[in-house]
Structure formats: structure tokens, C-alpha cells
């Protein structure tokens, strides 16, 4: 197998059919090839990352995010961790490709019987990974491309979407409010303290506009405000 194509699984679930018989009973195994179509839908269309209903209503939903504004900045945290996560993916995914090629250089020239089967072994299982990391890729990208449009539909000019501290002084407060409505007897001392706090604190910031018309401090890279540029 080529390391620079897609894998594709039925190949690798035709592939294990000669070994399961190690862990299965016979008629486990004639079981498992009746259920190769569906194993192979399963594997295919199962739910990695969140769905986009659970992305509206159980990440950015309106009682922990109730503006545009936070609701938008919480989604460039949820589309940057995935970006993130992708990079490293793709580094894995990288060196996952340079061991399989080590591998199958190794199993050109090993003469050992046993030590071949153990390479075809590692082989195998790291062709299984690799599968798998494609399969992550894709659903990763499918998340970011979703909150990529959530953010374009939330962004409608309101905020600023530049500085994420422009709109934490009024969202923030909303957040607050809701926390403090929705305390009950039950409601643990700590927390009622934190809410209650927290709410005084930036309704005292907000009076006296502690955090009006601030901008983000400029800070110069590479530079020492002591160097003599003469």
C-alpha cells in the first residue's frame, strides 16, 4: 500500500479476517464478515466532534453567552483549538507516514520469519492510525469551516471583533445577572459569594468606566526602550 493514498478501511477490515480467528470463535468471525457493510458504515459515519446542533445550543448557547459579541468570541476559541489540534494532527499524521515507510523498509530486508511478522504487525496498526487521523482531519475541518460561518452569521457589526475585552464589561454582566436570578437555597455558599462578588464588582467597574474607551497596549518586539538609536 502506498503511503500517499487515502486508506480505505475495507481493506483493512478484509485484511484482519485471517487473524481474528485468533480471538474469536469460528462462528464470531463468519459473524463479523456478515457485518463487514455495516462495521464499515459505523466507522464511517459515526460522530467524532460535535455536531453544529450541539455547537448552537450547548457551546454558545444564550444563558452562558447571551450577546453576539460573546457568543463570537467564544467561537474563535472553539475554531482555534480545533486549528490548532489540526496542526498537531498533521505532524503526527507526518511522522505516522515516515514510520510506516521505516517499516516497510525494514520488512524488505528482514530475513527472520518472526520479526516479519511482527513488523507486518506494527505495519498494520500503524496503517489502522493512519486511517483514523484521516478520518479526524476531515471531521476537525468540518468543525472549523462550521464555526467559521457562525462567527460570519454573528458578526453583524455590533462589537468589536478585533479586541475580545471590548465586550466583556457588558456581556459579562448579563452572564452575572443570569447566575444571580437563578440562585436557590440550594445554591452552594462559595458560589453565591463568587456571583455575587463578581456582580457588585463590575457593576462598581462599569459606574465609574474603569474599562471605558481602553484599547489594547501596544508593545514593540525586539526592541529595548533603553537602546541608544543614535
Given amino acids: 500500500m502506498k503511503t500517499d493514498e487515502k486508506v480505505k478501511i475495507d481493506s483493512l477490515i478484509e485484511k484482519e479476517y485471517s487473524h481474528l480467528d485468533k480471538i474469536l470463535t469460528n462462528e464470531d468471525v463468519e459473524d463479523f464478515k456478515k457485518l463487514r457493510n455495516e462495521l464499515k458504515d459505523t466507522w464511517s459515519k459515526k460522530q467524532i466532534f460535535r455536531?453544529?446542533?450541539e455547537m448552537r445550543i450547548a457551546v454558545i448557547d444564550d444563558g452562558r453567552y447571551p450577546t453576539n459579541a460573546s457568543k463570537y468570541w467564544?467561537?474563535?476559541?472553539?475554531?482555534?483549538?480545533?486549528?490548532e489540534n489540526l496542526m498537531s494532527l498533521s505532524f503526527d499524521y507526518r511522522r505516522n507516514d515516515i514510520r510506516i515507510k521505516k517499516l516497510e523498509r525494514k520488512l524488505d530486508n528482514e530475513t527472520d520469519d518472526l520479526q516479519k511478522e511482527l513488523l507486518q504487525v506494527s505495519l498494520d496498526e500503524k496503517i489502522y492510525a493512519k486511517a483514523s487521523m484521516e478520518q479526524t482531519a476531515k471531521d476537525r475541518m468540518r468543525e472549523i469551516k462550521l464555526w467559521s460561518q457562525i462567527k460570519s452569521e454573528?458578526?453583524?457589526g455590533t462589537f468589536d471583533n478585533k479586541n475580545v475585552n471590548t465586550h466583556q464589561k457588558d456581556s459579562y454582566k448579563y452572564i452575572l445577572e443570569n447566575r444571580f436570578n437563578n440562585m436557590t437555597p440550594n445554591t452552594p455558599h462559595n458560589e453565591k459569594l463568587d456571583i455575587i462578588s463578581q456582580l457588585?464588582?463590575?457593576?462598581?467597574?462599569?459606574a465609574e468606566g474603569i474599562l471605558e474607551n481602553k484599547s489594547t497596549p501596544k508593545v514593540s518586539i525586539g526592541t529595548d526602550k533603553n537602546t541608544d538609536t543614535k
Fill in 51 to 53: 455536531t453544529e446542533t
Fill in 74 to 83: 467564544q467561537a474563535v476559541r472553539e475554531q482555534s483549538v480545533f486549528f
Fill in 154 to 156: 454573528i458578526d453583524d
Fill in 200 to 206: 457588585s464588582t463590575i457593576n462598581r467597574v462599569r
